[in-house]
């Protein structure tokens, strides 16, 4: 991304790296959390029975980056701030509808697969996570219960499709999936998004509204507050991005500021609540972590040094399947990974080089299987979305029939042929007449 101001048609890749990176550093905290659970949690007792370079990181402010819950407040943020972003840089609610008519869509297919997938899995007797946790719980000198809280449930293929459209988006998620419980913050953040912007996006003081929206989303859910937090950065970013100089952060000061926002996260309290004049309790580590988060995508934003480090290829690609990165690894963990350690162990390894390399097998298996969701599912959804917005949502503009609107071929580019050859075949039976024919008179 240049110095130059961006057309609002670019392409926010520095960002999708961003979410790139964060989806990674979820997978990392799983596996973590599920193999080696004492380097997850600050002052364990038990972390002193590691080598002495595994206690520095975890003890370290580079703990950050296994932080998953953290990336999930960034995903929060991120979301709140891409969703928003053409409405700034246009000044224009012209395409909020449509983006409001195809979020479900976009978002409940690759979520369904992956539900699905995982019924699957379960239903083949390819979830190994029990039996791994057992032996961990029974073999290692500490407890390990995260890897063992799912899939205990027997595989039902009505209740698995009930949570694939469901469930997943109005019921705070899936047993089939449970990484999905985000997707029931994810919708009702992203709709509140498109109302903010449409309501007060364009106000002169809409600051007083970002405040008041701020108080009641403090008060009613932390989560969608950091949608707003986006918002707000999105505007400041189009408001510097049209201004005659705009603001550009130089490269060591951008790192420092990215260092400072690690730094507010590692020093995050486990426990306890602030309390806001009795109206509402705020958990202290959802408050570190929102404001690193926003301190984090705000030294992006200005920074264009940063955002060229970002828009590297290695890391646009883990931005294009950060999604369905995010969708399947859980399952991976508790099938590959889970696998890989059991027969590892059988073969006479240690707990940590059995982890170590199913943590590998599980890693090489997850980069493909989320590029293959991403091409087969998460970019068909993208496309269906649209053609059934054009096809039923979109207003019509005036002298434009319904048969003008785009055919359903858009969704599947290589069904296009088929039609085209059928179309040919058709008016080239032997009494059917082609429209033009019709439209002229010669088929009476």
């Known amino acids: 991304m240049s110095a130059t101001t961006p057309r609002p048609s670019e392409k926010l890749d520095a960002f999708e790296g961003v979410r790139g990176l964060a989806s990674v550093g979820v997978f990392i905290s799983h596996l973590i959390i599920g193999f080696w659970p004492v380097l997850y949690s600050k002052g364990n007792p038990y972390l002193a029975t590691f080598p002495k370079p595994v206690r520095w990181l975890s003890e370290s402010p580079l703990r950050v980056i296994y932080d998953g819950q953290f990336a999930v407040m960034l995903f929060f943020v991120l979301s709140g701030f891409v969703l928003s972003i053409a409405f700034f840089r246009r000044q224009s609610g012209e395409g909020i509808p449509a983006a409001a008519a195809r979020r479900y869509t976009r978002l409940m297919i690759p979520a369904a697969i992956s539900v699905l997938l995982g019924y699957l899995v379960l239903a083949a007797g390819g979830m190994h996570n029990l039996a791994a946790g057992k032996m961990m719980n029974e073999t290692v000198g500490y407890p390990h219960q995260w890897i063992a809280l799912f899939y205990h449930q ?59 929206a701020g108080f009641v989303l403090l008060c009613n859910n932390f989560f969608i507050f950091n949608f707003l937090v986006g918002v707000a950065i999105a505007d400041l970013y189009a408001i510097n991005e049209r201004s005659r100089r705009p603001l550009r952060l130089p490269l060591v000061a951008a790192l420092a500021l990215m260092a400072a926002a690690f730094y507010v996260v590692f020093k995050k309290p486990e426990l306890n609540n602030y309390d806001l004049w009795g109206i509402a309790a705020l958990r202290k580590s959802y408050c570190f972590e929102s404001a690193g988060s926003a301190l984090l995508i705000m030294t992006v934003a200005f920074s264009t040094s940063l955002q060229k480090l970002l828009e590297r290829r290695w890391i646009a690609f883990l931005g294009s399947i950060s999604f369905a990165l995010y969708l399947v690894h859980l399952i991976l963990i508790c099938s590959v990974a889970s696998y890989a350690y059991l027969k590892l162990r059988g073969f006479g390894a240690s707990h940590d080089w059995a982890g170590i390399l199913a943590c590998v097998a599980c890693f090489a298996t997850a980069i493909p299987a989320a590029a293959a969701l991403h091409w087969c599912v998460d970019k ?25 609107r785009q055919r359903p071929e858009i969704v599947l580019p290589w069904f296009s042929s088929a039609y085209a050859k059928a179309k040919r075949r058709i008016i080239k039976m032997p009494g059917v007449e082609s429209s033009s024919e019709m439209r002229s008179g010669r088929g009476s």
């Open 154 to 212: 027997d595989p039902v293929a009505r209740v698995a499709l009930r949570h694939a459209l469901w469930d997943t988006f109005f019921r705070g998620g899936s047993v089939y999936n449970q990484n999905l419980w985000t997707m029931s913050v994810e919708l009702p953040g992203s709709f509140a998004v498109y109302a903010f912007a449409l309501l007060f996006g364009g106000l002169r003081w809409r600051i007083v509204f970002y405040l008041a």
């Open 380 to 404: 068909p959804a993208i496309r269906l979305g649209k053609w059934l917005y054009e096809c039923w949502f979109q207003p019509q503009r005036e002298g434009m029939a319904s048969r003008d």
